[in-house]
T-cell receptor, first 114, second 112 residues
Framework: DTAVSQTPKYLVTQMGNDKSIKCEQN?????MYWYKQDSKKFLKIMFS???????INETVPNRFSPKSPDKAHLNLHINSLELGDSAVYFC?????????????FGPGTRLLVL | GDSVTQMEGPVTLSEEAFLTINCTYT??????LFWYVQYPGEGLQLLLK???ADDKGSNKGFEATYRKETTSFHLEKGSVQVSDSAVYFC???????????WGAGTKLIIKP
């Protein structure tokens, strides 16, 4: 059983298109995250949700819009895709929002914008 | 603000060599410290963690000790294998800011 799953695994699209990435966790966790990893492997937190409520919204273009229909799902919609959006996007979850909590990561979605 | 600094890679070693990847941090209070590993083409997974000073985290032959006096959490392994080739991330979190603060990652290459 996959703990944190993401779809699709690969996404190749043209500039200007709109796309969505879906994430689901079956760990019963309350908190979910989206990260962006660039080509140099640098990780940047984008959003965090706790029990369907947004709690972290880092400096991210408003073309990125997360949605959490329930606490097991956190989707990421991206409008008007740009070349610089090409990256690997990781979803993660953790039980609580406190220090010391382990985050569990999905396998990543590799987005390439042409 | 809180920050994590880890040694730049890539680090290239021969199989069975001793590994050290340095990690130092800046934080107020008493953060928890983590090492995550990312194997090629995969997501990150927790390798080990320590939640208070002098704690030692260990897993899969890797160890790291939380040193408050030197604000360090260096990763060590006595004898690396080709299968250890991956990117290793040091990170911290605190109760005042539960977000993980990440280092830049260190790519490790083990040659047979």
């Amino acid at each position: 059983d996959t703990a944190v799953s993401q779809t699709p695994k690969y996404l190749v699209t043209q500039m200007g298109n709109d796309k969505s990435i879906k994430c689901e966790q079956n760990l019963g966790h309350d908190t979910m995250y989206w990260y962006k990893q660039d080509s140099k492997k640098f990780l940047k937190i984008m959003f965090s949700y706790n029990n369907k409520e947004l709690i972290i919204n880092e400096t991210v273009p408003n073309r990125f819009s997360p949605k959490s229909p329930d606490k097991a799902h956190l989707n990421l919609h991206i409008n008007s895709l740009e070349l610089g959006d090409s990256a690997v996007y990781f979803c993660a979850s953790s039980q609580l929002t406190q220090g010391g909590e382990t985050q569990y990561f999905g396998p990543g979605t590799r987005l390439l914008v042409l | 603000g809180d920050s994590v600094t880890q040694m730049e890679g890539p680090v290239t070693l021969s199989e069975e060599a001793f590994l050290t990847i340095n990690c130092t941090y800046t934080a107020t209070g008493y953060p928890s410290l983590f090492w995550y590993v990312q194997y090629p083409g995969e997501g990150l997974q927790l390798l080990l963690k320590a939640t208070k000073a002098d704690d030692k985290g260990s897993n899969k032959g890797f160890e790291a000790t939380y040193r408050k006096e030197t604000t360090s959490f260096h990763l060590e392994k006595g004898s690396v294998q080709v299968s250890d080739s991956a990117v290793y991330f040091c990170a911290l979190s605190s109760d005042s800011n539960y977000q993980l603060i990440w280092g830049a990652g260190t790519k490790l290459i083990i040659k047979p």
